[in-house]
């Protein structure tokens, strides 16, 4: 993943976004925070397997 984000600065700047919204909206709840970035780092992984094909 980490090689897949140093080639793909968008994916990056879309990751941190996200961080910083969740950040916001949930400060006090980790679980959630967490829960939350599921869905985009599982994207990410999947488009950094796919790229190693």
Known sequence: MRDYLNTHPDAVGGYNELKLSL???????????????????????????EQMK
Do not use: G, H, S, W
């Open 23 to 49: 950040f916001e909206k949930y400060p006090k709840d980790r679980n959630k925070y967490t829960e939350c970035k599921t869905d985009f780092i599982m994207n990410i992984v999947q488009l950094a397997k």
